[in-house]
């Protein structure tokens, strides 16, 4: 029953985002996993648009400054509560707690939409970096929180990118709003993350499935482009 209650929830999502175009029909509650440079600078974006958004970490109080910065829309919580809170879920947090982040709110996320911003690097992660080399990043994300309709999203660049280019700074760019590649497997998942890419001030690309994903990995060919949707299409030979 779950499971039908979540599918009709997500076509629910995605008819939305389809029918409105560039912008949310409805906002959506969106949980932030991770307070910290990504989701300090894409949260906020989301929370001006009109979505409530809720910044969870460990330590909550440590995110009272994001939050209130993020306006009247923004709370903070623990990764629990904002697993059980967000109609979408942004993993914001170092690839190294995905296997214990998993454990506390993996079941949660089952069903839901999870933006996966996560990258893996041999210095920080250790046996996890090695684990994503040998299964693939997206594959890996994947694993750990089975039963989610996981898309990479906002992983392709650094933050300091995307807080140059997103809202305001992305309508004013001249040539184009900067391009955001996102990925994943389930087609209303794309969707809905295709409307919140919008809504943060980027133009979304479908750039391919999970399995495409260590394309667009740090230091892959697809990583660190600040360019538009048609630059990125040409740059990378993506056809969608």
Do not use: C
């Not at 991770?34 to 909550?60: E, Q, Y």
């Not at 109609?87 to 707690?97: C, I, W």
């Not at 809202?167 to 993350?193: E, F, K, W």
């Amino acid at each position: 029953m779950r499971s039908e209650i979540s599918r009709r929830a997500l076509g629910a999502l995605a008819l939305g985002f389809a029918l409105a175009g560039p912008a949310a029909a409805e906002p959506l509650k969106i949980g932030v996993i991770g307070g910290g440079n990504i989701g300090g600078t894409i949260g906020p974006l989301w929370a001006k648009a009109g979505h409530p958004v809720m910044f969870a970490s460990r330590h909550p109080e440590d995110l009272k400054a994001v939050a209130e910065a993020a306006g009247p829309n923004a709370r903070t919580g623990t990764p629990e509560e904002a697993a059980r809170f967000g109609d979408v879920v942004f993993l914001a947090v170092p690839y190294k707690a995905y296997p214990d982040l998993a454990k506390a709110i993996g079941p949660a996320l089952a069903g839901k939409v999870v933006l996966d911003a996560g990258n893996a690097t041999k210095a920080r992660d250790g046996a996890l970096y090695d684990e994503v080399q040998a299964g693939g990043l997206g594959a890996t994300t994947a694993k750990y929180f089975p039963g989610a309709k996981v898309v990479r999203a906002f992983s392709t660049a650094n933050y300091r990118i995307f807080a140059k280019n997103g809202a305001n700074g992305g309508a004013d760019r001249p040539g184009g709003r900067m391009a955001i590649p996102i990925l994943g497997d389930d087609p209303a998942a794309l969707t809905v993350a295709e409307g919140l890419v919008r809504d943060a001030g980027f133009d979304p690309v479908v750039a391919g499935g999970l399995k495409e994903a260590d394309r667009f990995a740090i230091g892959a060919p697809g990583f660190g482009h600040d360019v538009t949707a048609p630059e990125l299409r040409q740059k990378l030979g993506l056809t969608q």
